[in-house]
């Protein structure tokens, strides 16, 4: 069996420095995805509509379904601990992490990591129609839309395996 790298995905109230997380997913070694809305946090009041249009997850949604941040923050923690999970935007994501775990009062015990250092860059050596194809299968893999986090974990997973399988296949493994 395979060890599949980690990855990891969060959504957002918006981009400014007073936006929170409310929602994250990642994947384990096994390349399970799990994925939880977060209940906002004391203070976290910051609420952009533009973001809402691209993410489509209501406010509301998540004080009625979301989970506590301490909740959020442990069960990342009893899962990734001692991993390395990537993001493929880890500046972003990073701050999104820092301001989960802040609120939650603990550190995590994993670490975040850029997916663009792991994934082999196919654009090198590869042509363009098999990049293409890479990227329409790990499309049609994805099982929702873009910006949803649960989905956009399963594109960087699928992304990634398909980027080796192609690799492997010509010869540059």
């Known amino acids: 069996m395979i060890a599949w790298p980690c990855m990891i995905d969060f959504e957002a109230s918006g981009l400014g420095p007073e936006s929170y997380p409310i929602e994250v997913a990642w994947s384990d070694s096994m390349g399970r995805v799990e994925a939880h809305y977060i209940d906002p946090a004391p203070g976290w009041d ?5 973001a809402e249009a691209i993410h489509w997850i209501p ?3 998540l004080r009625d379904c979301g989970k506590p941040v301490v909740w959020v923050a442990e069960r990342m923690n009893a899962v990734l601990a001692g991993r390395t999970v990537y993001a493929d ?3 972003i994501d990073g701050f999104w992490l820092g301001t989960l775990f802040e609120a939650a009062g603990m550190d995590p015990t994993f670490d975040l990591g850029s997916f663009w250092h792991i994934h082999p860059d196919p654009t090198a050596r590869l042509p363009h ?3 293409s194809r890479i990227l329409d299968q790990a499309e049609a893999e994805r ?5 949803e986090a649960d989905s956009d974990v399963r594109f960087l997973l699928a992304v990634y395996r398909l980027t080796r399988e192609a690799m492997e296949a010509h010869g540059y493994a």
């Open 59 to 61: 406010w509301h949604l």
């Open 89 to 91: 935007a880890p500046g």
């Open 129 to 131: 129609r098999v990049t």
């Open 143 to 147: 099982g929702g839309r873009q910006h």
């Open 46 to 50: 910051d609420w952009d509509p533009d």
